[in-house]
């Protein structure tokens, strides 16, 4: 199975990064989606019951378009800087990511540790003094090779050059620089990419293997920048004249937070857009600094709106904020991790939102537990315990087989897609395993067994249907934390009973012979939202 290491309990220490975002304006619900991402996957981790974990993100401050966007807004750099990454760290708080670091490349620990990683570089002879000259893309802060340009026609009928892949205008600049010798480790680069969870989706892997083997398109690149054009940097030990290139200071904040204790990372979570920076320079850095390379990179796929690219122009960026208010915290988590695949381009549609979160959230799990908590089928407020003889002589139904038969089944499933971020998949399992459990009760018809005093039937169905929707809970922890909690809090489970060992489905408590008392908290577990749109 992909991703064994993280399935081995022996490993008492996980890192999971998520990528720096560029202050160039406020987070849109791309970044809260790389943020949720990379927070799933370590609450899953913690869930499983890792003891030690490192959960890091945080702010891209340097560079030309930072120097840029500062003038633009009108404030000094320092301002600007400590403006827009407080409402990145706001938003994360907001959002529930549970980060333990949170990384600003303007920090002096990270400035120290920059200049850590240049002198190990430097001094194993992997950079040099030369001159550099290509077309640069200043948005994308990178130099670009002609296969990579392509011609436009401006309204004047002028012709210029742009980046094939983003759009933004490149130049032609020469300029003196330091370079580093990565055409010097193609064969390092390759290896590691033979390893099959190096990198995933395929897709992205394979896009890397295709890059690394052209040795005309890995040539060495330019680590700096002169201090005249790009003053707003860490500069270069002993030549203060030039700034360390933004995306190998960037790129640094992961041994910033990590040290060596955590030591490669487990998990490294990027968007598309900048994966050659991370899936080529990175290892490439970290291997001539004696590191080892990422044990995994996760590369995830865009958002559109509506099938349309998010974009100033089109009026089209979808902020989180209002999406938190008219969703709420779970609401949005439990939409994007629904509906975001990481091997292509996720939608966003708030029609389409709201029907998935009131379908699923409201109707199926949230009117499954107020059914069963409800004092017309469950007037002892009660999780009854498990009675093998009462399951053995009222349960033996297809729905209730069935539904068995999903959630025995429901923990390894789960597992299997969230260990490799495929929260879609697992999610897809969670719902219809709550689709059987709503199917199993309605059959049952707990009211008139209610009417004429089944007692034992009664509990048998109220304990299988809470079974489930406990089941569900704990799994759906990494997913709405917020939401989980409070599902678990209503069926009585207390928290030390709601790690992954204590899963168990039909027998968490089976040397118990007492009945759970349920909490009398009236619960709304996700009211459903009213379109505007409709």
């Known amino acids: 199975m992909l991703l064994e290491q993280w399935r ?72 600007y800087c400590d403006h827009i990454s407080q409402q990145y760290r706001s938003l994360f708080q907001s959002c529930g990511i549970g980060y333990t670091d949170f990384v600003r490349t303007t920090e002096d620990r990270h400035k120290t540790e920059v200049h850590k990683f240049w002198n190990l570089l430097k001094d194993g002879g992997h950079i040099y003094a030369g001159k550099y000259s290509g077309w640069y893309c200043t948005a994308d802060e990178a130099f670009l090779s002609e296969n990579q340009l392509e ?91 030039q700034t360390i290139y933004v995306w190998l200071d960037a790129l640094v904040n992961y041994v910033t937070v990590a040290q060596s204790h955590f030591w490669p990372p487990d998990l490294q979570i990027v968007g598309k857009d900048i994966l050659k920076f991370h899936g080529v320079y990175w290892p490439a850095f970290l291997i001539a600094a004696g590191l080892e390379p990422p044990r995994s990179l996760l590369c995830h796929s865009h958002w559109t709106v509506d099938g349309e690219k998010m974009s100033k122009s089109r009026g089209n960026i979808v902020d989180p904020v209002e999406c938190i208010t008219k969703y709420t915290v779970s609401g949005l988590r439990y939409f994007l991790l629904r509906e975001g695949v990481a091997h292509s381009d996720g939608n966003y549609s708030e029609t389409k939102a709201i029907r998935i979160l009131n379908a699923e959230l409201a109707d199926t799990l949230g009117n499954l537990l107020n059914r069963c908590s409800g004092t017309t089928v469950n007037p002892d407020q009660i999780f009854p315990q498990f009675c093998q003889h009462s399951f053995d002589t009222y349960c033996k139904t297809e729905e209730a087989l069935r539904l068995v038969e999903f959630v025995s089944a429901l923990p390894d499933l789960v597992r299997e897609h969230f260990e490799v971020c495929n929260f879609y998949k697992g999610i897809d399992s969670i719902v219809a395993t709550l689709h059987a459990g709503n199917r199993f009760f309605e059959s049952q018809k707990p009211w008139e067994l209610r009417k004429k005093r089944l007692s034992p039937h009664l509990n048998c169905v109220l304990h299988l249907t809470m079974e489930t929707l406990r089941v569900c809970g704990i799994l759906l922890q990494p997913i709405v934390p917020e ?51 409709s």
């Open 151 to 241: 011609e436009r026609q401006g309204p004047d009928g002028s012709l210029y050059r742009v980046s094939a892949e983003s759009g933004h205008h490149v130049e032609w600049t020469s300029e003196e620089n330091f370079m580093f010798r990565l055409s010097a480790f193609q064969g390092d680069l390759l290896h590691w990419l033979q390893k099959e969870h190096s990198v995933y989706p395929a897709k992205f892997r394979h896009q890397l293997v295709d890059l690394v083997s052209n040795a005309e398109l890995l040539h060495d690149v330019s680590v700096s920048r002169p201090k005249e054009r790009v003053h707003w940097g860490i500069p270069v030990p002993d030549a203060p004249h």
């Open 8 to 79: 081995a309990l022996e490993y008492f220490t996980r890192m999971c990064t998520v990528f720096l975002h560029v202050l160039l304006q406020a987070p849109h619900i791309g970044h809260v989606y790389s943020a949720v991402i990379a927070d799933a996957a370590h609450r899953f981790q913690m869930l499983l019951g890792c003891q030690e974990t490192v959960f890091s993100t945080g702010t891209d401050e340097h560079g030309t378009k930072i120097q840029e966007a500062a003038v633009r807004s009108g404030n000094p750099l320092p301002q």
């Open 483 to 533: 939401l989980s909690d409070m599902l678990l809090r209503k069926l009585g489970i207390p928290k030390e009973k709601r790690m992954w060992k204590d899963i168990k489905p039909f027998s968490w408590e089976q040397d118990s012979l007492c009945d759970i008392p349920i909490s009398a908290e009236k619960l709304t577990l996700y009211k459903r939202i009213i379109d505007s749109m």
